[in-house]
């Protein structure tokens, strides 16, 4: 940013990062980044998994220390690594990993550190839980302040991290990924929170790979590409495609790949399962090569289906089949030797080993494959997983990399790809694209569309009705545990089925509307 600039920026600027370069092991990861928010504006921090926005948000929220460059808050220095400097000038970060503590109370979490008391030194609880119903009323929220904090969804803690931060004086707050885990009707709420805030005049920027949020609550689109700030735009000079073209260095012509048609023969067979006491058995089966889609609200089954069908979780009864042969259940072992594999929807809780190498992760699900005498063959395996990993276009420093330096994508790509090493006849998909940025969704797509072309049997459980619409040969709708509906592919292709998918999902007119949805 030229001298005069930032001279200029600075007189209003809420916060302003000069010159900022940081580098991890040597690789650069932000490469003289100059930025500034002002008051009573909302910006979109984007880029791609890697290109350096938490590690930006961290520095200018005072927990990275940058190897050179400065943040002003309000014209004041802040003294580069010092947290508690950045709170007391105004700055407050609410991350992807909340920090609130779950064991506590609402109230407790909003005053941790800030207690109020009696004359006589004791803690007022009253007086907290008091203020606290009054904050929260203040962003819409009419919580207990009394229940336990990990008892609430996401993002409802999410807003009371937000209640907490401008209660304590935040003017600049930095959203790290605020809707990556929460339901499309938080989501509403957060918007209409992070807009109130803007009224307010204070200064807001958020992390996002969905380009209907960044339209719903930015002013302005900083771009990030591979640490460096290629783009800094009003939100209205610039076009959706324009931003993906900034965050990936090329034109992105088609986000979805063209479907292959399905196959006739039967792989997966699902029969009577019940996967929660009360709900309706669910009968289907799918073909060599088909894409089966699950849609529904939170909360509505999917992933509960899909870890009966894998093993990890027991059903309540039913069974399932893979090529005729009937898998053990609650044995995930059976379901490998099936060949009947599984990404499952918290990749970093459930999916990979993050303190691990790829190499490590990639041979977990058939390590007795890869040893001899109960000892690793490492010429082998590394191979194999090359091959793999080469197929997927994995962005990585090579085998022995870890997971935790890796992009979500990539980290993705790993979980998924790690079953290739070994005979994969169907595949379970759940929510694959959470936390992954647009580049690495369409390479992702590609590759769920290759596995299917080449003749694997998929079920894709997802949040993102995109996904659901362009790459299910066709879909069922769950609600209550339950088969709502079912779609064709000729069905999700209609403009209006988005309605028809939200009303089975909802139950509004459910039964008419599932009379409509039958094929």
Known sequence: MPTALIENAAETAMLMCSGIHMSFGGVPVLKGIDLSLEPGTVTALAGENGAGKSTLMKIASGQYRPDSGSVEVRGAHLPAGDTRAAASLGVAIVPQELASIPELTVYENLFVGVEKRTPFGTLDRRGMVREAKSRLAGFGLDTDPTVRMGSLPVGIRQIIEIVKATSRGARVLL???????????EVARLIDVVRSLRDQGVAVMFTTHKMEEIRAMADRVIVLRDGSLVSDTALADITDDGIVTAMIGRELDNLFPDLPPAGDQVVLEVEGLVAMRGADPIDFSVRRGEILGLAGLVGAGRTELLECIYGVRKPVSGRVKVNGRVIKPGDPLASIASHLAIVPEDRKGAGAVLSLSVLDNAILPRIGAFS???????????????????????????LGQTLEHLSGGNQQKVVLGRWLTGRVDALLLDEPTRGVDVGARNEIYRIVTELSAAGMAVVMASSDMPEILSLSHRAFVLRGFSVAGE???????????????????????????AQEAQP
Do not use: C, H, Y
């Open 372 to 398: 001899r005498w109960g000892v690793l063959a490492r010429r082998g395996k590394q191979g194999k997983v090359q091959e793999v990993m080469r197929s997927m276009r994995l962005k990585s420093n090579g």
């Open 487 to 513: 779609l064709s592919r000729e069905q999700l292709a209609d403009p209006g089925v988005q309605d028809v998918i939200f009303r089975l999902a909802s139950g509004q007119d459910a039964s008419a509307q």
């Open 175 to 185: 959203l790290d990924e605020p809707t990556s885990a929460i339901a499309e009707r």
